[in-house]
Each structure stands twice: as C-alpha cells, then as structure tokens.
C-alpha cells in the first residue's frame, strides 16, 4: 500500500522504533519506581496509618476519611516530610514517565497495524506488544479511578520485560506481515481485543492480589514499631483487596465474552466452536479458576488470603496459555511466526 | 454402653443422606469442584485426543505402545468424554441446581416483599443525615417518595408508631436475579453443547478439482457421529469443485506460509433443485440447511496413469496425497487392481517444490507446486482389495513384492511431469500427466447452536449484573419536634465497595428545596 506519504514499509520502520523507545522510557519508569520504594525503606509508616492499626482505639471524628490518606501515596505534598517528598517526587517522575512509554507503545502498536495493513495481533510478537499495551491501559485507568500509584513498581517491571523479551528474541520477533488465512476474519479481532483488554486487568488484579498477599502479611507480623517502608505507604490491605477484587470484576466476564468471541471465531473458521483444542482448553481452565476466585470471594473461610491465591493461579494459567501453549502444544491456534 | 449403639437405622441413612446434600450444595463443594474441574481439564492438553489430532494419538500408540494402554485405561485419549471427567462436571451441576433452587425459592420469597421498616434509630447507620424543613411533613414525604421511585428504588410509606411519616426504599435486587440468571445459564448453555454434539456430526473429505461430493456416508474418508445421530437425517446436497486457488508468501521470515485459499463450487441443495454458485473460502463456509461445508486444507492430487505388462492403461486418473508438513511433502498410494498378470501398487511421496539434501535425500523445499516431482517405490502382487473397504491412503502390503534393482535395493522411482518410467522386467510402466489440486472439507452439522450462544451472552448479563448491582436501603422519616419538621435520611449497603454517601447526599439534596434556604442543617 502506498499512502504517498509514507508506505508500509516506513510505518514498520516507525513501529519498530517506538517499540525501541517505549521499551527504554519504560526501564526509566521501573527506575523512577525502584527509587520510590527505596527511598521509603527507612522511612516510618504515616502516623494514622501507625495509629489505625494499633490495638482497638476508638476511630477518632471523621476517620470515615479515606483510611490513612495522610502521608500514604498520593497524598498533599506540603503536609510531607522531606523523606516523604523524595519518595512522592519519584513516585510522580515514574507515572509521567509510563505515561509517556504508554504513549510511544500505543504509536508502535498503531504503526504496526499500518504496516501490516490489518488489526495487530496475528502471531506471538503482536500478541506480546499488545497485551502489555492492555497491562499498562488497565494500570493507567485503575490509577486514576483507585489511585493506584503503588502498583507502579511492579507493573513498569512486568510490561518491560515483556517488551523486553519480544523484542530481543529472535524467534519471537517478526516482522509486519500478512496473515494466515485461518486469521481472517472480524471475529478474530473482537477475540483478540476482548483477550487482550481481559488480560490486562487479569494482569493488574494480579499484581493487586501479590500486593494484598504482601501488605496482609506484613500487617499481622510486623510489630508497629517497626512498620517502615514502601508497603506502609500502600493503603491498608482490605482497600488493596478492593481494588484487586474492582478489576477482576470487570476482566472476569470480558474474558467470558473473549471466550465465547472465539468459539464463534472457531465455528467460521473450522466448523465448530469447541474442540478442546489447547489452548481452548487452557481459556477455560483460566475461566474455570477465575469463577472459583469470585465464588471464594463468596465462601466461608476462602476470603482474603485464599482467594488472593486463587487470582493468581488465574494469572498464571492465562500467561501459561499465551506462552507454553503457543510454544510447545500443537494444535490449530499455533501459527507461523510462532 | 450398649446404649449408645442403638442410632434408629432409617432415620441415620435419611440423615446422611440429608447430611450428603448439605455437603454437595455447600460454596466449599462448589469451589473444590470447580478446581478439580480446572485440573481434570489439564491432562487432554498434553496427551494427544482423538478428538482433537488422531494422527498424534496414532504416533503416540507406535512410540510407546506400553503407555498408550494404561492411558486407554484412564480414557487418556479422550479426556472431556471420559468417565471421570464427566463425573466432575455432572456433580458440579448437580451441586449448582442443589443451590439454585432454594435461592430461587428465596428470592422469589424477597421479591414480592416489601422494603422492610426503617430502623429505631436511624443516626445509628452508615451514612445520616439529618435537617428541619419548612415544609410540612406530609409534603416532605411524598417529595421522598417521588424522589426515592425516581431513582428506581422500591417504595413503601408508612406511619410508625411515634406517629412519623416514614418512607422505606429498596432497590438492587437485579443483584440476586443476576446470580440466579447465571448459574441457570450454565446449565443452559452445557445441555445446548451436550444436545449438539449428540444429534450433530462431523466429517472430511478429500475432494479433487473438478470432481464431485454428494453428502452421503460412503463419500466421506472419516465420519464422527454423534451417538444420537441419525444417518438417514443426512442433507441431500451434492456439490463440485470447480476451480480451486492458492497463493503463498513467497519471501521474508514467513516465506512458504499460506495466503490465501479460495475454492469455486457449484452446489445442488437437493436433487432437482438448480445448481448455485459459492466461492469457498477459509471463515467463509457454505452453509446448507443445518450442514455447514468448510474449506480446512488442501493438498495435491497427481494425475497419473499405469500401464501393466502388456501395456495396457490399467489405472489413470488423479490420486489425492495427504500433506505431511507445511512444505507440503505429501504422502500417498496409487493403486491399479487392473493391471495384468499381477495388480500393481506405489507408495511413496509428492514434493511440490523437489529440492536435494545429502542426508534426507529429495524433499520439498515449498509448498507451492514450483518444481513438483512424486518419489515412489513400487510393488507387486495382490492389493487385496476384494475383502474389506480399504483407505485409499494405505496399501495392504502383505501379500505384495516389492519391486528391486540388482542388488536387493528397492526400486526407487522420481517423477517428473510430463515423464514416464518403466519398471523392470517389462512389467509396466508409470506416467506423471499433469497435477491437480484438492481440497480438505469439513462437513459437519451441530444442531442448537444458537442455545449454547444465548445462554454464554445471559450468562454474561447475569455476572454483570451480579457484580455491579448493589442492593441498598433508604429511608427517610419525617416528624415533628418541637414545632419543627425534622427530616431524617439514612442508608445502606448490603454490599461493600460502593459509595453511599454519594448516593444519599444526592437524595438529600433532591429532597431538600434549593431555593427556599431557610432550612438549616
Ligand atoms: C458450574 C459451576 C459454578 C460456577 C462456574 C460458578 C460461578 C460463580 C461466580 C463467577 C460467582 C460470582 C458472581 C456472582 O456473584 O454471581 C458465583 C457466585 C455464587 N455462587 Fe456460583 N458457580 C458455580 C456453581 C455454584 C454452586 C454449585 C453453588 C452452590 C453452592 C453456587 C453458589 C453461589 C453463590 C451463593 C454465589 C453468590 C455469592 C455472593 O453472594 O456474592 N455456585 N458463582
């Protein structure tokens, strides 16, 4: 295709190089962040945050507040120590800057589709692109609805990894090209987009439940004397378990509907919509462990901790269906360009 | 202490019968199923299933015959019909109807209910306000009501006991009916998925360019039925492959991988209905009645022609090759039961792109049929081809010879179009015509889809609906003290996580008047 200006060749170029880009901001990002929790490693919890947890006092007046905002991420910069300030000020320098990486990885994602002249997600190196696209979407919108800042750390590591590895590894990168017949079709594009978005809350509530794993432990052992650190400036782990619990309310059923946009995709394509083909069978595993983590929620004795757990096996049968099953099961889904 | 072994023996086995469903309809059952579910799933994506890749489960069988048979045991091969597998999915829904029906029961029950009353003491709750007004109390009132129906909760007034208008609201019982809708929704959607695969089928064939499929048992190479299925019940459409077209990549990292496929067919739904046109392509089935055609594959299906030892054409005609790899090396049989004084047999592979290597000899270097060639050893002898139907992609070899050079090695034959070669000793000869191509179709019927579809999407309604719906209370009470209107406002959530104060600040504000501020907090 020739668009006069550029042609589909410089858009692959284009692409290329913002992914390049997108890969080294986000480093700078985790940085900025691995900065933030260090800076806070000396640095006391925030005095309500100390108080609230300390032995049954009565709440004082208007605890109703945000529990522990004072001092905790995010929270008015001229109420802060300097300690704090520091650990604010990095805390800020790593959002913009994933911000900014989210930016160039949305240009590299786009350019791809342009080059390839169709929706970018046809083998393993556009599924990688785009589904730690979709981490860092979720992550930027839960960060403006739940002020989420505290997952930074850990989703800058994810998504830089992930670009990481597509880009360096030879046999996972490709470049922009056509698609197999069996890819063609609109059913497709509605699967892969509903995945992709599904998968990148999947990934946020994830790293929400590790967080909550973290933070519920540290609150029953730690003495409060000795409460100092990152974690101690994440809001208590019932709201981190809200927030964990917010996301996978909404990835769970748009992963069903990823599922069920498959199996009407498998049913064009190959004539009928369900064949325990594997790596159907591991997008119902994957559905079959996320429903237990919502009935958890729901069960007796299975809340918190459990559950926890539970989101994270989810987690990991969705990236073992996107990486073992693409490399080492045979099947119809498995395609060149790995 | 005999006393304490005299337990009544009906009452015990109805308790433990009744103790046995408290369990099996018990959320701690339903998580563990679920997870047994989750893990039963695995095995089916690691060892090769019929159902999925028979040729895997045939390979499998050769390399590790041993394995294969306790595997055949535990029905390894074919997890998801598998007796234990369906064990764990059938409990599962038995559990699932356990629950639902006194949940229905119950929901039915707080349905039809009214909100209830409001608490004694209404500053006791979550979130509370509380005003006087200049309004009278009735007029107050039935502003609440109005505003309370106008946010879609449930209404009821009354006038407690202190003599105070009250108005109870309630809202949020999609909540509950979401729940129901989607457990009942699972049921729906695995009897539609069980209906069509019993009554439904599956079928391939191999069909040359330019030959003809009427859709009978008899012209399918492989025919999965469901153990319901009614073979008379088979649509009576016939089609031909016209023309058929494939287009590869032919440079960069992904050279050799497939582009394009397209099949021209002309079909008749039934005898004597006029023939129609429909270009075939992959996600582009021809769908007839409840049948649908699809294009899965091709392959190549040399034309050649065998002549015996008294020279006469004893076999001539395309013969399908069955793709091997995405090279499109090709495996396959020519059979001529015709040929005099002995039937005659080749076996062996076409290469569409002939290409050398030290080690594996000739091999395809594309799939596309650049330089094409057929390498073929031959035999003689009887095909016995009189006793059972035999597949056109195997020869029976046992009662055959093969044919050798000086030497003891096996004849070995490469053939190009347009050449022929004669075997030894005079007896015969085999030619390469020319090259067609065909197709792999997948014939398959699977009736009901529509109900698995409709019951994934009210599944999908219903955990929406259960997860964001959030049941609430609201109650406004308005009275009188000290010559003033007091106005009380309160709520609750039945579900954490959402934000009440927002909601009831609202419905304070929508009550309260906003031009007359004589009112006073
Ligand atoms: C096929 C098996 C099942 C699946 C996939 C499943 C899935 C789910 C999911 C995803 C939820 C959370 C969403 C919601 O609240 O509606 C849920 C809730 C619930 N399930 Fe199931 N379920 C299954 C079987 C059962 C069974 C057998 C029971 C009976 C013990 C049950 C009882 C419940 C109850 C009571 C809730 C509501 C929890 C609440 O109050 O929030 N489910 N289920």
């Given at each position: 295709m020739n668009t006069g200006l550029v042609d589909a060749g410089q858009f692959g170029y284009i692409s290329d190089t913002a992914f390049v880009f997108?890969?080294?901001?986000?480093?700078?990002?985790?940085?900025a962040h691995i900065a933030e929790w260090a800076s806070a490693r000396r640095v006391a919890a925030p005095a309500a945050i100390r108080a609230q947890?300390?032995?049954?006092?009565?709440?004082?007046?208007?605890?109703?507040?945000?529990?522990?905002?004072?001092?905790?991420?995010?929270?008015?910069?001229?109420?802060?120590?300097?300690?704090?300030?520091?650990?604010?000020?990095?805390?800020?320098?790593?959002v913009s800057l994933t911000v900014l990486a989210f930016l160039t990885h949305l240009v590299g994602v786009g350019a791809r589709a342009l080059a390839a002249e169709r929706a970018p997600w046809g083998n393993m190196f556009e599924f990688a692109t785009t589904g730690a696209l979709a981490v860092t979407a979720a992550y930027l919108v839960a960060l403006r609805l739940y002020r989420t800042r505290w997952l930074g750390l850990l989703v800058t590591v994810f998504v830089t990894i992930v670009l990481g590895i597509a880009m360096l590894t030879p046999a996972i990168y490709v470049a922009p090209g056509p698609l197999v017949p069996a890819l063609h079709s609109y059913w497709l594009v509605i699967h892969v987009a509903a995945a992709a978005l599904a998968g990148g809350a999947f990934c946020i509530g994830a790293l929400s439940s590790l967080l909550y794993l973290l933070k519920s432990r540290?609150?029953?052992?730690?003495?409060?004397?000795?409460?100092?650190?990152?974690?101690?400036?994440?809001?208590?782990?019932?709201?981190?378990?809200?927030?964990?619990?917010?996301?996978?309310?909404?990835?769970?059923?748009?992963?069903?509907?990823?599922?069920?946009?498959?199996?009407?995709?498998?049913?064009?394509?190959?004539?009928?919509?369900?064949?325990?083909?594997?790596?159907?069978?591991?997008?119902?595993?994957?559905?079959?462990?996320?429903?237990?983590?919502?009935?958890?929620?729901?069960?007796?004795?299975?809340?918190?901790?459990n559950a926890a757990i539970i989101a994270l096996v989810g987690f990991a049968t969705f990236l073992f269906n996107f990486v073992g099953i693409n490399l080492f099961a045979s099947g119809l889904h498995s395609y060149a360009g790995v | 202490?005999?006393?304490?072994?005299?337990?009544?023996?009906?009452?015990?086995?109805?308790?433990?019968?009744?103790?046995?469903?408290?369990?099996?309809?018990?959320?701690?059952?339903?998580?563990?199923?679920?997870?047994?579910?989750?893990?039963?799933?695995?095995?089916?994506?690691?060892?090769?299933?019929?159902?999925?890749?028979?040729s895997a489960v045939f390979a499998f069988r050769e390399s590790s015959p041993e394995l294969a048979r306790w595997y055949d045991r535990l029905g390894l091969f074919h997890v998801y019909s598998s007796v234990w597998f369906s064990a764990v999915y059938v409990l599962l829904m038995v559990s699932l109807v356990g629950c639902f029906i006194p949940r229905a029961r119950q929901y039915w029950r707080s349905f039809r209910a009214e909100p209830p009353n409001a608490p004694?003491?209404?500053?006791?709750?979550?979130?509370?306000?509380?005003?006087?007004?200049?309004?009278?109390?009735?007029?107050?009132?039935?502003?609440?009501?109005?505003?309370?129906?106008?946010?879609?909760?449930?209404?009821?007034?009354?006038?407690?006991?202190?003599?105070?208008?009250?108005?109870?609201?309630?809202?949020?019982?999609?909540?509950?009916?979401?729940?129901?809708?989607?457990?009942?929704?699972?049921?729906?959607?695995?009897?539609?998925?069980?209906?069509?695969?019993?009554?439904?089928?599956?079928?391939?064939?191999?069909?040359?360019?330019?030959?003809?499929?009427?859709?009978?048992?008899?012209?399918?190479?492989?025919?999965?039925?469901?153990?319901?299925?009614?073979?008379?019940?088979?649509?009576?459409?016939?089609?031909?492959?016209?023309?058929?077209?494939?287009?590869?990549?032919?440079?960069?990292?992904?050279?050799?991988?497939?582009?394009?496929?397209?099949?021209?067919?002309?079909?008749?739904?039934?005898?004597?209905?006029p023939a129609q046109q429909y270009d075939l392509r992959v996600n582009h089935p021809l769908q007839i009645d409840g049948t649908s055609v699809f294009l899965v594959g091709h392959g190549y299906a040399p034309e050649v022609t065998v002549r015996d030892g008294n020279g006469d054409v004893a076999f001539r005609g395309p013969v399908p090759f069955l793709p091997q790899d995405s090279s499109y090396t090709s495996l396959g049989v020519i059979k001529a039961p015709d040929a005099a004084p002995q039937q005659l047999g080749f076996e062996g592979f076409f290469l569409p792109t002939v290409a050398f290597d030290e080690q594996r000899g000739p091999y395809s270097a594309f799939p596309d049929a650049l330089a094409p060639g057929l390498v073929l050893t031959a035999y003689h002898g009887d095909l016995q081809m009189d006793g059972q139907p035999q597949s056109v992609f195997v020869l029976d070899k046992e009662r055959l010879r093969q044919f050798e050079q000086q030497g003891g090695e096996p004849f070995r034959i490469l053939l190009r179009p347009g050449k022929t070669v004669q075997l030894p000793d005079g007896r015969g000869s085999i030619s390469f015509d020319g090259l067609s191509r065909a197709v792999r179709l997948q014939v398959s019927s699977t009736p009901a889809k529509v109900v698995p579809l409709v019951g994934v999407l009210a599944a999908i309604a219903g955990l929406v609906a259960s997860l964001f719906v959030r049941p609430r209370r609201a109650w406004v009470r308005v009275g009188r003290r000290d010559g003033d209107t007091v106005v009380q406002a309160a709520g609750l959530d039945r579900v954490a996580g959402g934000d009440l104060v927002g909601a009831v600040d609202d419905i304070v504000t929508a009550i309260r008047p906003r031009s007359r501020d004589m009112e006073h907090a």
């Open positions: 997108a890969t080294v901001v986000y480093a700078l990002a985790m940085t947890e300390r032995v049954r006092e009565p709440e004082p007046v208007g605890a109703g507040s945000p529990a522990g905002a004072a001092g905790a991420v995010g929270a008015p910069v001229d109420e802060l120590s300097d300690e704090e300030l520091g650990t604010e000020r990095y805390g800020r320098v790593g540290a609150e029953r052992r730690t003495a409060v004397e000795d409460r100092r650190g990152y974690l101690w400036r994440l809001p208590g782990s019932a709201e981190v378990d809200r927030v964990a619990y917010k996301v996978h309310a909404f990835a769970v059923p748009l992963w069903t509907f990823a599922v069920l946009a498959g199996a009407i995709w498998a049913e064009y394509a190959w004539g009928r919509y369900w064949g325990w083909d594997p790596k159907e069978t591991w997008a119902f595993i994957t559905w079959v462990v996320y429903a237990a983590y919502l009935h958890a929620r729901a069960t007796a004795g299975w809340q918190g901790r | 202490m005999r006393r304490t072994y005299t337990p009544a023996p009906a009452l015990s086995v109805l308790e433990t019968l009744r103790w046995a469903w408290r369990q099996l309809t018990s959320m701690r059952t339903a998580l563990i199923l679920l997870f047994l579910l989750a893990v039963a799933s695995i095995p089916g994506s690691v060892i090769p299933q019929t159902g999925v890749d028979p004694r003491n209404l500053d006791r709750l979550p979130v509370h306000r509380e005003w006087t007004a200049v309004d009278s109390g009735a007029v107050v009132a039935e502003r609440a009501h109005r505003v309370l129906r106008d946010r879609r909760y449930r209404v009821r007034r009354y006038v407690d006991d202190r003599g105070d208008q009250v108005v109870a609201a309630e809202n949020g019982h999609l909540r509950e009916a979401g729940n129901l809708v989607f457990h009942l929704s699972l049921l729906v959607v695995l009897f539609g998925v069980a209906y069509g695969s019993l009554f439904g089928f599956k079928g391939g064939a191999l069909v040359v360019e330019g030959e003809g499929f009427s859709n009978t048992l008899t012209q399918y190479d492989e025919f999965e039925p469901g153990a319901w299925f009614d073979p008379a019940s088979l649509d009576p459409f016939t089609f031909t492959v016209d023309d058929f077209a494939v287009t590869f990549e032919t440079a960069g990292d992904q050279r050799g991988a497939p582009r394009s496929f397209q099949a021209d067919v002309s079909y008749v739904e039934a005898p004597g209905a």
